[in-house]
Structures are given as structure tokens and as C-alpha cells.
T-cell receptor, first 110, second 108 residues
Framework: KAGVTQTPRYLIKTRGQQVTLSCSPISGHRSVSWYQQTPGQGLQFLFEYFSETQRNKGNFPGRFSGRQFSNSRSEMNVSTLELGDSALYLC?????????FGQGTRLTVV | GIQVEQSPPDLILQEGANSTLRCNFSDSVNNLQWFHQNPWGQLINLFYIPSGTKQNGRLSATTVATERYSLLYISSSQTTDSGVYFCAVDLGGYALNFGKGTSLLVTP
């Protein structure tokens, strides 16, 4: 079985731009969660989607949004990028609780 | 949400040594997992262990749910065990709340 695939792996954006990150879960997994990892704040939960519905949301501003498609693939979008959005964004797919992570997208905002 | 505290924050071992990493949590959990993050940033799921004991090769984990802690044991450590070990508990659904991690360096 293929693992969790995140694209792109690296991204450099300018302040004020927007960005879309993609996550393809393990086949058969209906839950996709997104996390932001920074040196200062550690790993923080962004949101979780299950069968195309947002089931949980973390404490992030409305500039962070996401969606899940009928094939369980998920995208997250960050609008009006700020320097502080520079981070490693990790996606996880879950089946019956255990989470499996992709390799992440490293976003740098300049 | 449930608070997660990991100790120690940093650990340096010589190859071949054993170690125990601890995770304390503030309330009862339905979901507790241990992860290893390698130097390239990939998070690897080690154990899904809301209670009981599991073993996988040189690694084992025990969660005592009634006392709100979990332990990760690493035996005969190797340099490839270096990285950061995270404990995570449920936030609702399958969302996870992560501890700050234990940074492990295994030297030759």
C-alpha cells in the first residue's frame, strides 16, 4: 500500500500570497488531519476531515482553511501569508485511530 | 484539551545503551500514540497504545491509563534511533495533541 503523499515537498512564497497544499491519504483511510510544526510552537493541530466533513478544528485564524474530496484527498489553503506561517506542514491519515504521516511540505514565507 | 508532558526533553546515549522516555497526560485518553521524527522531518508511527503493553523489536511501550502515563523503552540503542520522540493523545475524532517531544542523540 502506498503511504501518505504530500505535495509539494518544498515551497517558497512571498508575504501576502496564498498557498495550497495537497495530501493523498492511504487507500481506504477516510480521516485526514493537518498539523503545523514550528521550532517555537511544536506540533499544532490545524483541522481534521472525515468523509468530506470538517470534524475538528484547531486554534488557527480563518486564513487557514481546508477541504476534503470524495476520494479522501485533502487540500489546505493559507491566504494572505505572513512570515510566521513558515513551517513544516504535516498531513496524517487515520484508520481506527492510528495516524500515519506524510513527509510534509516545508513552507518558507519571505 | 488534555495536556501532555514528556520527559526528559533531551537525552544523549552511547550506542548499545537502554533508555526510558515518559509521557504524562492530564486526563483519561481514548487514543495515545508514540512517534519518531527522523532528521528529515518524517513522523513514523511507533505504537498506538491507549492502554497495555506492546513490543516491536527493540522498542516497547506501556500505557497505564489509570495513572495517566505512558513509557517508551528503547533497548540496545543504535545511531539510527536518533531523532525526536513524540507522545500524542486524542483531541476529538482522530485529531491529536502532541507533547513537546524528547530529543534523543545516540553516539557511536
Amino acid at each position: 500500500k502506498a503511504g501518505v503523499t504530500q505535495t509539494p515537498r518544498y515551497l517558497i512564497k512571498t508575504r501576502g500570497q496564498q498557498v495550497t497544499l495537497s495530501c493523498s491519504p492511504i487507500s481506504g483511510h477516510r480521516s485526514v488531519s493537518w498539523y503545523q510544526q514550528t521550532p517555537g510552537q511544536g506540533l499544532q493541530f490545524l483541522f481534521e476531515y472525515f468523509s468530506e466533513t470538517q470534524r475538528n478544528k484547531g486554534n488557527f485564524p480563518g486564513r487557514f482553511s481546508g477541504r476534503q474530496f470524495s476520494n479522501s484527498r485533502s487540500e489546505m489553503n493559507v491566504s494572505t501569508l505572513e512570515l510566521g506561517d513558515s513551517a513544516l506542514y504535516l498531513c496524517a491519515s487515520s484508520l481506527q485511530g492510528a495516524a500515519f504521516f506524510g513527509q510534509g511540505t516545508r513552507l518558507t514565507v519571505v | 484539551g488534555i495536556q501532555v508532558e514528556q520527559s526528559p526533553p533531551d537525552l544523549i546515549l552511547q550506542e548499545g545503551a537502554n533508555s526510558t522516555l515518559r509521557c504524562n497526560f492530564s486526563d483519561s485518553v481514548n487514543n495515545l500514540q508514540w512517534f519518531h521524527q527522523n532528521p528529515w522531518g518524517q513522523l513514523i508511527n511507533l505504537f498506538y497504545i491507549p492502554s497495555g503493553t506492546k513490543q516491536n523489536g527493540r522498542l516497547s511501550a506501556t500505557t497505564v491509563a489509570t495513572e495517566r502515563y505512558s513509557l517508551l523503552y528503547i533497548s540496545s540503542s543504535q545511531t539510527t534511533d536518533s531523532g525526536v520522540y513524540f507522545c500524542a493523545v486524542d483531541l476529538g475524532g482522530y485529531a491529536l495533541n502532541f507533547g513537546k517531544g524528547t530529543s534523543l542523540l545516540v553516539t557511536p
